[in-house]
């Protein structure tokens, strides 16, 4: 299995990149993860929710601000 890991912290961009991301990963076994690193989890809802059924979110607490390696970690 391929997980797809999205560090998000806050970014309007990722409600334009699901849609390809999504479908690049339905012909493989993957999942794809959003790992939230101390956004607004309104703003991210609202994002995804179109998608919010093919993709896990993961938040972190404690962090503050982006930090690309800790999501890529998790």
């Keep these: 299995m391929i997980s797809v890991v999205i560090p998000w912290f806050n970014r309007a961009e990722l ?17 794809v993860v959003v790992v939230n690193l101390g956004g607004d989890r309104h703003i991210l ?10 993709i896990k979110i993961l938040n972190v607490s404690g962090v503050n601000g982006f930090n ?4 890529q970690n998790i």
């Excluded at 409600?15 to 999942?31: D, H, M, T, V």
């Excluded at 809802?45 to 093919?54: A, M, Y």
């Excluded at 690309?68 to 999501?71: D, E, G």
Aim: proline share 6%; charged share 30%.
């Design 45 to 54: 809802r609202d994002q995804v929710k179109e998608f919010i059924h093919k």
């Design 15 to 31: 409600k334009q990149s699901l849609p390809s991301i999504i479908s690049c990963c339905n012909n493989i076994e993957s999942e």
């Design 68 to 71: 690309k390696p800790t999501a």
